[in-house]
């Protein structure tokens, strides 16, 4: 048991909570402690009935049953892998940054899911966070299964592709990445490529609420390069390399 606390203490902080809720919350749906029913998006529920924990619920809950487990660990797979890869990467010692990131998809992604009726939030989310991780890497070599290998930016639509093969949708897929490029795009692409405006801007409150850690260890194949230099290639009229990677907010 040591080894396991050691271990969940080694995830990196949100992706912590994340993963940790990810399991409790299906968990007690699966125990009966709280009915199932009461842990969906249901529009109707949510706008009349002002039951307004569904969009939170809906996010780390999933019916684990005989025909949905293997999906469900393959996903929570992925939200500890890229999560913490993401984290500890490009936003390495800027959980505020981090933490707006997954809030501004969590919100695209309810709202997309009111509008279509999508009564679970996980894979969405879960595959945002993936996107974002492939884009700033995308010229990366991933392995996937059977020994497969290509560059990261196509990790998400060959998990799209898989998750249709034992899940049979790729709606849930679909709209992640969709929400993940849009977030990307304000963020990176457009700013920095295209010379646009940044309409994205992490809060002051969640930088008062997770401040900024100094001396934090970048991994995962993203090299720890400085902003300052990306700043002044774009003032240059140069084009940022994605696929080579960067922290973020490194001043």
Request: proline letters at 6%.
């Amino acid at each position: 048991m040591s080894d396991l606390g050691d271990w969940f203490r080694s995830i990196p902080l949100i992706t912590r909570y994340w993963f940790a809720g990810s399991i409790a919350v299906p968990l007690v749906g699966k125990l009966g402690l709280v009915s199932p029913v009461y842990l969906f998006l249901w529009p109707d529920a949510f706008i009349n009935r002002f039951q307004i924990w569904r969009p939170i619920t809906a996010t780390f809950f999933f019916p684990v049953g005989p025909g949905t487990g293997f999906l469900y660990l393959v996903n929570l797979y992925f939200l500890y892998q890229y999560s913490s890869r993401l984290e500890t990467g490009a936003f390495d010692g800027r959980p505020a940054d981090y933490m707006f990131m997954l809030l501004f998809n969590w919100i695209c992604i309810v709202i997309t899911g009111l509008a279509m009726d999508m009564q679970l939030l996980m894979i969405p989310l879960i595959m945002s966070v993936l996107y974002v991780w492939a884009q700033l890497n995308r010229d990366m070599i991933v392995s996937f299964w059977f020994g497969t290998r290509f560059k990261a930016c196509y990790l998400p639509w060959v998990i799209l592709g898989f998750n249709y093969i034992i899940g049979g949708s790729v709606i849930n897929e679909l709209i992640g990445n969709l929400v993940g490029h849009l977030y990307f795009f304000l963020m990176f692409k457009y700013p920095m490529d295209l010379g646009g405006r940044n309409f994205l801007s992490t809060p002051q409150f969640l930088y008062r609420w997770l401040p900024n850690r100094r001396g934090g260890v970048s991994g995962f194949g993203i090299p720890p390069a400085s902003m300052r230099r990306a700043a002044e290639d774009h003032q240059g009229g140069g084009r940022h390399n994605w696929g080579q990677g960067f922290r973020l907010g490194d001043q």
